[in-house]
C-alpha cells in the first residue's frame, strides 16, 4: 500500500491531490484496517471450513460451538489487522518495496525464530524475547511452537494475549510514527 506508491511514482499524484501527507497515511491505516480484517475472516474461513469438514466426516468434535474457539477467531483477525499496519509502517519507513519485503521476511522467518531458539538455551533472555513482534502474535493467537518446545528445548514463557496485541500494535504506531517523520516527509519525485 506504500512502497507500490514509491516504487511507481504515483505518491507524487497523490500528494498534489492532497497535500496533507499525514492524512494520506490515516487513509492507508484505515483502509489496512478494512483490508486486514477481510483478509483475516478469508484467512480463517479458508482454515477452518476444511478442517471442520474433514473432522465432522470423522465424527471428531469441531469446537465451533465453543465461545473460546470463537474468541480465537476474533484474536486471529486481529493478528491480521495488526500485521497490516505493521506492514504499513515498514513500508512507509523503508520505502523500497524490495528492501521491506525482503527486510521482513528475513526478520520474521530467520533472525527472531533463530534468535528466539537460542534465547531458550541462555536463562532470563526469553522474557526478553517474548517481545518480539513474532513471539506477541504467538501469544495473540495462542499458538507457538516455542510453546511446546522439542524435548530438550526449553519453552518460552509467553505474554497473556491482550499483551501480545498490545505490543504488537506498539510495534505498528512506532514503524507508522517513524516511517512518517522520516520517509513520509521527504521530497518525492
Known sequence: MVTTEFRHKTLSPTFLATPQRGLVLAGKVVIG??????????GVLA?????????LAYGVETDLGSPDTWALFGRMILAFVLW???????????????????GVLVFTQFLEPVGRAAAGFVEG????????????????????????????MPA????????????????????????YLTSWRRDVT
Open 33 to 42: 484496517i478494512g483490508l486486514g480484517v477481510l483478509f483475516g475472516v478469508v
Open 47 to 55: 482454515s477452518v471450513l476444511p478442517a471442520a469438514g474433514f473432522l
Open 84 to 102: 497490516v499496519l505493521i506492514g504499513i509502517g515498514v513500508g512507509a519507513l523503508v520505502r523500497n518495496q524490495v528492501g521491506a519485503i525482503v
Open 125 to 152: 533472555l526469553t522474557t526478553v524475547t517474548r517481545f518480539l513482534p513474532g513471539a506477541a502474535s504467538d501469544a495473540l493467537v495462542g499458538a507457538s511452537l516455542f510453546n511446546s518446545a522439542a524435548p530438550g
Open 156 to 179: 518460552e514463557d509467553p505474554l497473556a494475549w491482550w499483551a501480545g496485541g498490545l505490543v504488537l500494535l506498539g510495534y505498528a504506531l512506532v514503524l507508522l510514527v517513524l516511517g
